[in-house]
C-alpha cells in the first residue's frame, strides 16, 4: 500500500510518501480503505516530536479518516461477526493517534461510527475530532446555556469554527475572533453574530464594544497573546475553557484575574475527558450524531490535498492557512 511516512521528527516536509507493508489486524481492532483523511493540527505536532504523546519515527501521521471496511478480527469482541459492530463493506468515519494518511488503516472497532448515506467521504473525514471536540467543550464542559455570550477564538480553524456552529445549534450568540477576513466570512456562514479581527488593533477594547455586558463562556483553542484579553472579557462567573495552544504559545495568566472576576479556568483534553467523564461523552456523542444526521452539524473544507501532497497538508495547516478543514483525498 502507499501511505505518508514519517521517518525522522522534523517539519512537515520530512513526510514522504512510500510504497510500505499493510499493517496487520489484531484483536478488536478493524482494516478501513482508506477514501479521505483530515488534518488536525496534533498532526503537525506528532510529526515535529512535540506533541505530549511522544511517537517514534517511523510512523504514518493522520488521526482521522473516512472509508470502507475490508477486514474484521476474527475475534472482534461484540464485533461485526456478531452483527454488533462496522461490517464489511461498510462506510465508516473514525480517529485514531497515527495511521491515517494511508491507502489501508487498522483502527479500533470502538473509534468507528457508520457514515450516513447523504455525507461524502471528505465531509465524514472532516467531521469527528473538531466537531466532538467543540461539543464536548460547549455542552460538558462550558455547560453553554442558551442565551450565552460565546467568545471563541481562532473561529477559522477546525475546532473553532465547530465551535461557531455549535455554539449558534446549543443557543448562544456568538462572537468570533479570527485573523483573517476570510476566517471571518467562514464564522459568520456558521451563524457568529459579532466578528472581531484580533490583527486589526486592540482585542480587549474589540471584545468590549462588540460585548458591552460581557460574555459568559471563552473558548480558545488558540493560546498565546489571546488568552488574556479574551479572560478579561468575561463577566462575573464566566467560564474560560483552554482547548490547544494552536500559536505555539502557553499563555500565562496571572490568577488575580481569575479571583476578582469570579471566573472558572477549566480545560479539556479528550482522552481525559473519554476516561473520566464516560457517562457525558455517551450523552455528547448521541446528540451530536443526531446533529450530524439532520444536517445540523458539519465541516466547513478549506482546502483538500492528494495523498502524494501530505507534506503540503501538514505545511498548510502548520502554517496557519486553515479554514476549516483540511482534507486528504487518498483514493
Known amino acids: 500500500m502507499r501511505a505518508a511516512v514519517c521517518r525522522e521528527h522534523g517539519p512537515p516536509e520530512v513526510v514522504r510518501v512510500e510504497r510500505c507493508e499493510a499493517p496487520a489486524v489484531g484483536p478488536g481492532q478493524i482494516r478501513v480503505r482508506v477514501r479521505a483523511a483530515s488534518v488536525n493540527f496534533p498532526d503537525v505536532l506528532l510529526v515535529a516530536g512535540e506533541y ?3 511517537v517514534p519515527p517511523p510512523f504514518v ?20 461477526d456478531r452483527g454488533s459492530g ?10 485514531t493517534l497515527v495511521g491515517a494518511f494511508a491507502e489501508e488503516a487498522v483502527v479500533s472497532a470502538s473509534s468507528l461510527t457508520p457514515v450516513p448515506d447523504a455525507v461524502g467521504d471528505e465531509a465524514a473525514a472532516a467531521f469527528g475530532v473538531a466537531h466532538r471536540t467543540a461539543y464536548h467543550v460547549l455542552r ?3 455547560g453553554l446555556e442558551p442565551g450565552d455570550e460565546l467568545v471563541v477564538l481562532g473561529a477559522g480553524g477546525g475546532v473553532g469554527l465547530a465551535a461557531v456552529q455549535l455554539g449558534v445549534v446549543l443557543g448562544a450568540t456568538v462572537t468570533a475572533v479570527a485573523s483573517s477576513e476570510e476566517k471571518l466570512a467562514a464564522a459568520a456562514a456558521m451563524g457568529a453574530t459579532h466578528l472581531v479581527d484580533h490583527r486589526a488593533g486592540d482585542l480587549r477594547g474589540s471584545l468590549r464594544a462588540a460585548l458591552p455586558g460581557g ?3 471563552v473558548v480558545d483553542p488558540v493560546g498565546g497573546a489571546l488568552s488574556e484579553p479574551a479572560l478579561r472579557t468575561l463577566r462575573f462567573g464566566g467560564r474560560f475553557v483552554t ?12 490568577l488575580n484575574l481569575v479571583l476578582l472576576k469570579g471566573v472558572a479556568v477549566l480545560g479539556f483534553q479528550f482522552i481525559d475527558f473519554a476516561t ?3 457517562e457525558r461523552r455517551a450523552r455528547d456523542e448521541t446528540e451530536l450524531q443526531q446533529l450530524w444526521a439532520e444536517g445540523r452539524a458539519f465541516p466547513h473544507i478549506g482546502a483538500t490535498f492528494s495523498l502524494d501532497d501530505a507534506a503540503g497538508a501538514l505545511r498548510w495547516v502548520a502554517d496557519g492557512r486553515a479554514v476549516g478543514k483540511v482534507v486528504i483525498r487518498v483514493d
Not at 61 to 79: H, I, M, N, T
Not at 243 to 254: K, Q, T
Open 243 to 254: 482547548v490547544g495552544y494552536a500559536s505555539g504559545e502557553i499563555p500565562r495568566i496571572a
Open 52 to 54: 505530549q504523546l511522544k
Open 61 to 80: 501521521p493522520g488521526s482521522e479518516l473516512a472509508g470502507v471496511v475490508v477486514e474484521v478480527a476474527g475475534d472482534l469482541s461484540g464485533g461485526a
Open 276 to 278: 473520566h467523564m464516560p
Open 86 to 95: 462496522p461490517a464489511v463493506g461498510q462506510r465508516v468515519a473514525g480517529n
Open 140 to 142: 460538558s464542559v462550558a
Open 215 to 217: 460574555a459568559d463562556v
